[in-house]
């Protein structure tokens, strides 16, 4: 992969294990400084900063609930203590309590969109809050710096017995584009990656069983299952002067599944 982010720094949240480790590593091969996030895994975030290491690249773990303040606010000082300044920030840490509606609680509302919405809020903030007091380095980016909210295919496809998941990646949707329609003057670039189905631990049971497998694929026309390696591919570029013209856009990767294909033969 051609070092398009050579110089810069990049943090991504919840970046021990699936999607997000796979962003760091893409991250780390196109030359960015990577700082993997984690909240209890410890020992998978070691285990990512371990593989970057020795590929070549620089990393370092970093502790932190995206859903509190003042960890957020730790884990930009760590940032900044260790890599100077930040020019990337992917928003990725995300998690489910699922229940059917009449049966959600509100801590399964509470924690689900404290994580999912108001951590990327946070962490966003911050990180714009250090674009615009450094500004563009052009030896690095023609943009002041690049916030990256991973969303999901649930932004726009409603998901019975997931409300409030579906809700929070709802409202990254239109937080994503007033960040990006606020922020613009300032040569701050803002984006989301929607991904559909992709092998992940949270959602194994999804795909590990054979029925599960084919329930799965009867929803994506492309007819294959994505891996987190495809968001990370697709986060390098928009982390890159590559789509410098992108801005305020949602990067729906998921092999065709808002096509609604149950709707192929005329529904």
Known sequence: MPEQLQGQVAIITGSSSGIGAAIAQCMAAAG??????????????EEVVGEIEAAGGKAIAVQCDVSQEDQVLNLFAQTYAAFGTVDILVNNAGLQRDAKFVDMTLDDWNWVINVNLTGQFLCSREAAKEFIKRGVVSECSCAAGKIICISSVHEVIPWGGHCNYAASKGGVRLLMQSMAQELAPHKIRVNSIAPGAIKT???????????????????????????????????VWLASDDSDYVHGEVLFVDGGMTLYPGFATGG
């Open 32 to 45: 960015a400084k990577v700082v993997v996030n984690y909240v209890r895994s410890s020992k998978g975030a």
């Open 201 to 235: 631990p949270i959602n194994r049971s999804a795909w590990e069983t054979p029925e599960a497998f084919n329930d799965l694929l009867s929803l994506i026309p492309y007819n294959r299952i994505g891996v987190p390696e495809d968001i990370g591919k697709a986060a």
